[in-house]
């Protein structure tokens, strides 16, 4: 994944016959320039595509319908340039299976002054127009994207560049097959879930192998493949001297990297776009897959460990979402506090599984004892993740719905050497504060394991849960206690 272009959204742009062929010209023309705009954008990471302005109800459905069935349409985004009756709205917004952005613009970005006339006023009524078809949208409880402003707003691309970034993650999930090796690990609660509302709710579908399956195919690897990797390693880490070749780990390594080829192969094969595993359920292998599942996420693959699959089909989404972006995504556990009140911290970590993609530097390559799961040492990257803005995201599952949690963070520099520590890190500082941060998390019930991205905002990750109808439940620089515990309780009443 390198590049969002193949997808669409298509611009479509509401209007009615009362005003006239020139106006109509008119709205035209308007449409294609702002189109043409929006397309060359930076901030818009897909192709945008000029659609016909629709001016009747079987126009409209018919747009609606082309759109369900293209399958590089990933979105629509409307704008009423002119007044567009909005009962002619209701048969295609029924049928309408794409996320929808409201675009509420004009053509003009300022008043002419001296010129307005009734004929610019007969043209120029989206501040109306608009709210007309607000209402209709409103009306039919659907939720989508409302983006405000001139469309030569730098602020307005990009909000409407996130929106279609969270399509891209939305449209990515359709379909999309993801594969749980093993079950959950024992007892554990949050990583639990129900696969068969996911797949209604969301669209993707999870379903398990035994380990055996996948064991099968490392045993199979090519030895030409396998050099080929190792010699990858080579060029792109810093290799602990003992895993040189022919030095007392180098088989550690060997085994590494055929577990990753297995898992490539698997995933290939099956057209999987993520996976989970637990070290709990490893018969056959001789390591759990450390840098072979750090090296998949890198890939674009989404992962979580135990058997978290809500997870890993989270951090996948993400993937796709932050495509092209400077930054990256990974699989997320928080691990363990420093609670120095001067200078309070969370380090995110996991076993082994932590995205590269995030990494600051060249990660170093390792072989450590695990001290659970009772295998091989297994080899992994080390390395700290780059400082800057960050968010945490989890989606849960409360027994009667999905809920979204998001927690806005700041990533540190280590601020001292963590000489002993053999995995991946990160630390953070969460919103609004350490104590609001964690006791807001848990009072909403957010798992421990989450995606966390340098490179999505909470606007595109809250876009993205309105397209899956989803609750949506954001910590940051604004959260008091005391507002959150009302709005999960009036969530509660909400979803019942
Ligand atoms: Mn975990």
Known sequence: MTSLKSLEVWFVTGSQHLYGEETLKQVAAHS?????????APQIPVTVVYKPTVKTTEEIYQVCMEANANPKCIGIIAWMHTFSPA?????????????????HTQFNRDIPWAEID????????????DREFGFIMSRMRLRRKVVVGHWQDAAVLASIGGWTRAAAGWHDWQGAKFVRFGDNMRYVAVTEGDKVEAEIKFG???????????????KEVADADLQ?????????????????????????????????????YFLEQGNYKGFTDTFEDLHGMLQL????????????????????????????????????????????????????????????????????????????CEVHPLGIGGKADPARLVFNAAAGPALNASII??????????????????????????????????????????????????????GYSQNLSTEQMEDFSDMAGIECVVIDKDTRLRELKNQLRWSDAAYR
Request: hydrophobic content about 40%; glycine content about 10%; some cysteine.
């Open 87 to 103: 009962k002619m709205w209701i048969a295609g917004l029924k049928i309408l299976q794409k996320p929808l952005c409201h675009f």
């Open 228 to 264: 080929k990797l190792l010699s990858e390693y080579e060029d792109s880490y810093q290799i602990e001297s003992s895993l040189k070749k022919d030095k007392e780990k180098y088989q550690s390594l060997v085994e590494a990297a055929r577990i990753e080829l297995g898992l490539k």
């Open 204 to 218: 993707y579908s999870v379903n398990t192998h035994g380990v055996g399956d996948l064991v099968k195919l490392i």
């Open 397 to 450: 599952d409360m027994g009667n719905r999905f809920r979204m949690l998001i927690n806005e963070v700041v990533a540190l520099a280590p601020i001292q050497g963590l000489p002993k520590l053999p995995v991946a890190r990160v630390l953070w500082k969460p919103y609004p504060d350490m104590q609001t941060g964690c006791a807001a998390w848990i009072l909403a019930g957010g798992a421990h394991h989450t």
């Open 118 to 129: 009734m004929d610019f006023m007969n043209l120029n009524q989206s501040a109306h127009g």
């Open 32 to 40: 294609k320039t702002i189109v043409a705009s929006l397309d060359d």
């Open 289 to 364: 897959p450390g840098i072979g599942a750090q090296r998949m996420m890198a890939a674009g693959y989404g992962f979580a460990g135990e058997g978290d699959w809500k997870t890993a089909a989270l951090v996948r989404a993400m993937k796709v979402m932050g495509t092209g972006l400077p930054g990256g995504n990974s699989f997320m556990e928080d691990y363990t506090y420093h609670f120095d009140p001067a200078n309070s911290l969370v380090l995110g970590s996991h076993m082994l599984e932590i995205c590269p993609s995030i990494a600051s530097g060249k990660p170093f």
